[in-house]
Every structure is written in C-alpha cells, then in structure tokens.
C-alpha cells in the first residue's frame, strides 16, 4: 500500500512562484515514474509533468519553461516548483506514483494552488 501526501499550495499572486512536495510512504519510491496532473473547477484532470525513475522529464506546453518536475530518492519525494505563475494555473495539484504490473497507480489527495491579484 502506497501513501502520497502533497504539500505546498497556497494563493499567491501572478508572477510568483511555489514548490509544492509530495512525500511517499515506501522505500521502494525511486524505481516508479511519477507524475504532478491538476485540476480546475469544471475541467479535465490534466498532466502537467513527468518523470521517470531514470530522471527524464515531460511537461503540458503550457508550463514549460515554468515548472520543473524533480525527485530525491533519499527523502522518497517529489517535487514541482512553480516560477511565473499565472492565473490559469490555479487549480487542485496532485501527484501520482504510476506503478507497472502488476501494481496500480496511487495518487495523493492533492492541494490547492490559487494565483490571484
């Protein structure tokens, strides 16, 4: 069993940044892809960025050059950090470890990021 806490939203202003966290409860959290999806009100959960356990990284078109996905193995914990924010990235951020067979995908049960003047 799988536990992912997220961590770090918050309401700041457009042009700010946030790093938002996401812990996980096993060891074994550095062999699995990982993911960061979002959610606004009335809308589709959609990707905003990925990584695999060998670091290689993708990203929605629309935060590239913002956010960048990392991971640090020792801490079993993921990370986005979040520059240039702007309104429309203000939705719940969840993060999702994406388990290979026979293990399913876990997902945290998110946090929310508000920019706003």
């Known amino acids: 069993q799988v536990q992912l806490v997220e961590s770090g939203g918050g309401l700041v202003q457009p042009g700010g940044s946030l790093r938002l966290s996401c812990a996980a409860s096993?060891?074994?959290?550095?062999?699995?892809?990982m993911a960061w999806y979002r959610q606004a009100p009335g809308k589709q959960r959609e990707l905003v960025a990925r990584i695999t356990s060998g670091g290689r990284t993708n990203y929605a078109d629309s935060v590239k050059g913002r956010f960048t996905i990392s991971r640090d193995n020792s801490k079993n914990t993921m990370y986005l950090q979040m520059n240039s924010l702007k309104p429309e990235d203000t939705a719940v951020y969840y993060c999702k470890l994406e388990g290979f067979s026979p293990l399913p995908d876990y997902w945290g049960q998110g946090t929310q990021v508000a920019v706003s003047s």
């Open positions: 096993r060891s074994t959290f550095s062999r699995y892809p």
